[in-house]
Structures are given as C-alpha cells and as structure tokens.
C-alpha cells in the first residue's frame, strides 16, 4: 500500500518505520528540517536541552520500552532516580503534595489535614464529584491544599479559569494519595506516593531527541521529506490526495484542529467540532550555568507566581553526566501561555532568572548563556465539553479512513511511550488488515 504519514515526530518516525518494515509504500511529510516534533533537543557549546521542557524516557510497556531503548543502541542511556519537589515560599515539599505534609510549616499542614480529612468526609457522605476542575479539587483534597498548590499551580500552567475545565484528563494523571499516607505524612512519616516513572532513562548524549533518531534511523532511505509542510488533502474515491499526490492510506499525526482547516468537505458541525479543539502552549528558558553543584533533584513545581513565571525547572544536567561540560550545570524553566505569548523572550527570561536567583538557586553571575524555545502545542486544554467534541471528530475521521495518531495528532494526553505504542498498534492493524 502507498502510505503517507504526515508529521515527523516520535509517532510518525515509529508509524513510518514500522510500516515500511512490513513493506508499505511510504512517504512521511515534515514541515521542519528537522525530525523529532515535540521531543527534540539541541547541544550549544556542550550543553544539550530538550525544546519542549525536560523529557524523560520511562514507561509500564515493556514492548515500547524495549522499542524506545533499542534505538539507543550507540548512544547508550543513563538511569536516574526520579527526586522532585515543589517550592512552597522557602522551602521544598516532597512531591506529590498530599505525600510531602510533613514538609510545611506546622500551620499550613494542619490546614492541610483538617481540609482534607473534612473533603475525605464529605466525599464518604456522598458528596458527588463535581464536573470542574477547580471544584475536583476543592472535593478530593480540600482547601488547604488547594490554597497552598492545586489551585496556584494549575492556575499556573493552564493560564484559563480553573472552572472551565473538566475532569475527563486527571485520572492517572493528578495523583491521588490514599487517606493513610496523607495522615502518615502529615504526622512526619515520609510516604513515597506516586511510585510511577520512580526511575527514568535518559540518552547520554543528544537529548530526548537521540530517541527520536534511533528509531527514525530504521527507516530505509527516500521515505522521509523534510521541509515538506503539508496544505492539503482531498478524498478522493478511496483515496486520499496530499498536496496533489495520492495515498491509499494517510496516517496524521499533525494537531487535530490544523488538519480540520486543510481538509476539503468537512461537514459544518465536524468542522466546528474541530475548531473546538485548543491548545496551551510553552516557552522554556534554558540557562547554562558556571556552576558545578546543581540541587539533587529531577524537576522542581513553583506553584507561586511571586517565585516567577515558570511552573517547572528542570535540572537537565542531572539527566544524564554528559549534559553539561565537566564543573558547570544546566537548569531549564517551563512557563506555559495561552493565545497570547508571556511578553519577548528577554522579558521571560528576565523574570525567571529573577524569581530563581532570588530562590538561592543560583547567583546572576553564574549564567553562561540562555536560550528560549516556543512550542505552540504543549498541552490539551482540557475544556469542559471537549470530550463530545472529540468524540465527534474522532468518529469522522475513522468514516474517512483517516488514521489521528499521537498526542495532537489524536488529541490525546500522551507521553512518547504512547505515542510509540499507538503507531505500534495502528502497524498492526495494517498488518492484520493484508
Ligand atoms: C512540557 C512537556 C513535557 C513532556 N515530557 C515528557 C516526558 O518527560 N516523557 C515523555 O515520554 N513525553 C513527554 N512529553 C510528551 C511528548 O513530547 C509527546 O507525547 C510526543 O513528543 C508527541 O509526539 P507526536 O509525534 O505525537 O507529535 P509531535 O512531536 O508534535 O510531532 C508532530 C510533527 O508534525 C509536524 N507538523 C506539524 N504541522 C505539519 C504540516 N502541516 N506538515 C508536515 N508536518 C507538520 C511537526 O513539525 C512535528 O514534527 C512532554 C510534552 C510536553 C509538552
């Protein structure tokens, strides 16, 4: 069959492998000169940053996990212990929150506690669970910590009114402590929580993106076209014509919403379904630091706007030992926006290296250099009501015999892991379907 795959990513470099392995026809379409979308990666002067915030590899798949390593043959990977922790004021909090209690000033965890032991109650006495985000939160932990983190991060990262999100996406990805760990820990008993992604790997050189080449060097040659942005696509019979070559099959894995814009003959309602689909999107400032003693930890959360604009710090240099020349660090921040971009790139990093430096993460005089990097599409916005139209975009394209793989590509809250696993199970369909 005549395959195209459009998007160069980590999807539609596993889609495209997989599918020529089994002797398909294909052609994969990349508007960049470059592959690796969302999880590509740059090394300045020795020190390497992934774009789109720090990537970690991990995942509960074995075949996934074993496809993603393999890639990394030459380049050979290092194993970490995820340690991460939010900055509350002046101090760190294990992480997650609900596990980190005993952590706070005695004051606020004992708001903490009562709040929640009061939601815990409410919620056993039948309390429905409401259909937002802010409200959820309120219901599963209490106000407490919603005052200290729930409401002030994800204000933070989401940059809409917490009302007008729904509660179709926190499930697996809020993490949710049992009543016993909350009291242990609010009591100064350490409890681990979310033991998910507990170790990480992590390419030893190139970045993420290094995953991205590994598996992108098992497509045989003349299949991938960079520089290729594509503007249209037309059905035709069975058929599917991309910028005026026909496919038998297309496999998207563009953002949803851009794909509804250069499709022909869209109904009115699946057309506006698409539009209805939105995105947050990411700057993430880079600093490499004159620095040899970088904190221990993985990432850090800042829920508080006063410590500056980003939600997430990554210690990149701890990823992996050949991150950053031999005595020096690299730390890189996440701030998300919303439509509108957080001010120039110098305002940004301006702002985060004052909130960081004021946290004692690291003095002025210590930054080598900065870079910064947008990415349009970081996140979901998980709007309420964004299920149904989902729903009704997802059920058109499958009409159309068109494959929506990957995270905006299938609108779907995906990490690499997954995405490798969608275009494993669509290559098998494929396979199933000859
Ligand atoms: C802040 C953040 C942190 C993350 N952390 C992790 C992590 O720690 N671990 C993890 O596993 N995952 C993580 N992820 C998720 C991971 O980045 C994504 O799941 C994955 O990269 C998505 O791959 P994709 O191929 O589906 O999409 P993308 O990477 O978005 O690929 C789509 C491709 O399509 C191309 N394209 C767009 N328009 C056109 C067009 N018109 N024509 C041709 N090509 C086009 C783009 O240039 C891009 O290359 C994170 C994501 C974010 C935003």
Request: contains cysteine; neutral net charge; charged residues 25%.
């Amino acid at each position: 069959m005549k395959i195209a795959v459009l998007g160069g990513g980590i999807t539609g470099c596993s889609a495209a492998r997989l599918l020529a392995a089994d002797g398909h026809a294909v052609s994969l379409f990349e508007a960049k000169g470059r592959l690796g979308g969302l999880c590509a990666s740059s090394t300045i002067d020795g020190f390497v940053t992934d774009h789109a915030g720090g990537h970690i590899l991990f995942s509960k798949d074995k075949e996934v996990m074993d496809f993603m390593l393999a890639g990394l043959g030459t380049v050979g990977y290092h194993t970490s212990k995820r340690d991460t922790r939010i900055w509350l004021r002046d101090r760190f909090v294990r992480y997650p929150f609900e596990n980190g209690l005993c952590d706070l000033r005695d004051e606020d965890r004992y708001r903490a506690l009562r709040d929640y032991i009061v939601a815990w109650h409410e919620r056993k006495t039948g309390t429905p669970s409401p259909d937002n985000f802010r409200d959820w939160c309120l219901w599963r932990f209490g106000t407490g910590i919603c005052d200290l983190f729930m409401h002030p991060y994800n204000s933070k990262i989401w940059n809409v009114p917490l009302q007008e999100l729904g509660t179709a996406w926190v499930e697996g990805r809020v993490p949710d402590a049992p009543m016993e760990d909350v009291l242990k820990s609010a009591l100064g008993q350490h409890t681990a929580g979310y033991v998910h992604q507990a170790i990480f790997h992590y390419p030893l050189t190139g970045g993420f993106e290094s995953v991205v080449h590994g598996i992108a060097a098992g497509i045989p040659a003349g299949i991938v076209r960079l520089n290729t942005p594509v503007r249209e696509l037309r059905r035709v019979g069975g058929s599917y014509v991309v910028d005026g070559e026909s496919f038998d099959e297309v496999i998207s894995t563009l953002p949803l919403a851009a794909l509804g814009r250069m499709l022909e003959g869209v109904p009115a309602a699946v057309r506006d379904a698409f539009a209805a689909l939105d995105h947050v999107s990411l700057r993430t400032v880079f600093l490499a630091l004159d620095k040899a003693d970088a904190p221990p930890h993985s990432w850090i959360y800042f829920p508080d706007k006063q410590d500056g604009p980003q939600n997430r710090v990554t210690w990149l240099s701890n990823y992996s030992p050949r991150n950053a020349p031999p005595g020096k660090s690299s730390v890189m921040a996440e701030v998300t926006w919303y439509r509108e971009r957080p001010g120039t790139e110098a305002e940004t990093t301006e702002a985060v290296v004052a909130g960081l430096s004021a946290g004692g993460f690291f003095r002025r005089d210590q930054i080598l250099f900065s870079r910064v990097f947008d990415v349009d599409h970081a996140y979901i916005l998980y709007r309420s009501g964004l299920e149904a139209h989902l729903e009704r975009v997802r059920a058109w394209c499958a009409e159309q015999g068109l494959h929506v793989v990957g995270r905006f590509g299938n609108y779907s809250y995906f990490n690499s892991d997954m995405c490798v696993r969608a275009a494993l199970d669509l290559a098998a369909k494929f396979k199933a379907r000859c």
